[in-house]
């Protein structure tokens, strides 16, 4: 068999990772699928590091060193990976958005505004202008293409299935303007009539539920465990324990039986649509 091309390593600090890997793991004399059995993984998920599509963890880097007998190398990188990712998303959000590019299932509850990766530019840019109304330009501008471009696992099925409860303030709630809301809500309608997405709204009427708590997104992977992910105001929980992920999921399954069918959500956010452009004509 013919041994892969070697990682650019300048490509990126993820890439000299993953060079830095596949040479500590060669110098030891180990497959992928030997090295995963050290550190109870899969041979799969090495892989995926040393071609940098997966980015490294901090636990995980350091059994790796200890494997691998690294002396700290591999913690020391993935410092580095950490940080160039902080340039980009928020502290408290780096892991959860790496996750999101692997996931093969995201399900998400959203009590308060549409999914950043749902989100409309200019929907993003309100939301984000809302919490930091002195950013300037160009750290705006960063802001929106960053978030608009973790929407590239959306649109094909095949790849992620995307599957979200929207609770019905996120339909109401005026965020930006009447025109940006319909626009918004137009988009979410097309990913639904497209079969791009599965989308239910949680109605008032409903009253309460399982996760009145506030968000939570549920991500499932080909080849590692479940992941839940919770966020407040400016801070963010990944969580990984198996019994508390079944619990989350358990509690989204609650929300997802009291929730409006598919049909009927699409016909109740046609129905904000046009409730949002009456509106903005009438101003």
């Known amino acids: 068999m013919v041994s892969p091309s070697p990682l650019d390593p300048t490509r990126s600090p993820a890439a000299f990772y993953g060079a830095e890997l596949r040479r500590l793991r060669e110098?030891?004399?180990?497959?992928?699928?030997?090295?995963?059995?050290?550190?109870?993984?899969?041979?799969?998920?090495?892989?995926?590091?040393?071609?940098?599509?997966?980015?490294?963890?901090?636990?995980?880097?350091?059994?790796l060193d200890t494997a691998l007998e690294g002396d700290g190398h591999l913690e020391r990188l993935h410092s580095l990976v950490r940080a160039t990712r902080r340039r980009q998303?928020?502290?408290?959000?780096?892991?959860?958005?790496?996750?999101?590019?692997?996931?093969?299932?995201?399900?998400?509850?959203?009590?308060?505004v549409v999914p950043g990766l749902l989100q409309t530019r200019r929907y993003a840019e309100a939301v984000i202008l809302a919490a930091q109304p002195l950013l300037d330009e160009e750290k705006l501008e960063e802001r929106l293409t960053d978030r608009l471009e973790r929407q590239v696992v959306i649109g094909d099925p095949d790849r992620l299935l995307f599957w979200a409860v929207l609770d019905e303030a996120v339909l109401r709630r005026v965020v930006g303007s009447r025109e940006i809301?319909?626009?918004?809500?137009?988009?979410?309608?097309?990913l639904i009539t497209n079969r791009k997405i599965i989308v239910q709204v949680m109605e008032f009427d409903a009253g309460a539920h399982a996760l009145l708590g506030g968000m939570i997104s549920l991500m499932t992977f080909d080849d590692a465990p479940p992941l839940a992910y919770t966020e407040t105001m400016h801070v963010g929980h990944l969580m990984d324990e198996t019994a508390l992920v079944e619990e989350c999921r358990l509690a989204y399954d609650f929300v997802r039986t009291a929730a409006l069918s598919q049909e009927e959500s699409l016909v109740r956010i046609m129905k904000a649509v046009e409730e949002h452009e009456d509106a903005s004509h009438s101003q």
Do not use: C, N, W
Request: net charge negative.
């Open 89 to 112: 998303f928020a502290d408290y959000f780096v892991e959860a958005a790496e996750h999101e590019l692997q996931a093969r299932s995201i399900l998400e509850y959203a009590p308060l």
């Open 27 to 63: 110098k030891a004399g180990l497959s992928q699928q030997e090295l995963a059995d050290l550190v109870f993984i899969s041979g799969t998920y090495v892989s995926q590091l040393e071609k940098a599509t997966r980015r490294p963890q901090e636990d995980l880097s350091r059994q």
């Open 181 to 190: 809301m319909a626009e918004q809500l137009r988009h979410i309608a097309g």
